[in-house]
């Protein structure tokens, strides 16, 4: 079983920085895409960015310029490094994992979720 543990995270003015962690633990072989979504109170979880393999990132349009995801695939982590900060960034940020490979097969996998606040 593959577990996503996420930190980071917390209440930041606007304009400010914030980073996040995402780690997954358990016998894993690859993974073929990590990446973070957003969910606020209300809406749909949607997707802010992604890793996929051959070092291929993709954004969403809010984020473009202002957000910098990474992965250390040696460490089987992602980060998320958040500038310029703004309200309505304010949201649950939640860690993927999509298509890990284990001794017992393929799976996709979500983190706990992180809270960031961002106040005006």
């Known amino acids: 079983q593959v577990q996503l543990v996420e930190s980071g995270g917390g209440l930041v003015q606007a304009g400010g920085s914030l980073r996040l962690s995402c780690s997954a633990s358990g016998s894993i072989f690859s993974i073929a895409a990590m990446g973070w979504y957003c969910q606020s109170p209300g809406q749909q979880r949607e997707l802010v960015t992604m890793?996929?393999?051959?070092?291929?990132?993709e954004y969403a349009d809010s984020v473009k310029g202002r957000f910098t995801i990474s992965r250390d695939n040696s460490k089987n982590t992602v980060y998320l490094q958040m500038n310029n900060l703004k309200p309505e960034d304010t949201a649950v940020y939640y860690c993927n994992a999509d298509r890990v490979a284990t001794p017992k097969g393929v799976f996709g996998s979500w983190g706990q979720g992180a809270q960031v606040t961002v106040s005006s």
């Open positions: 890793s996929r393999s051959l070092g291929r990132t």
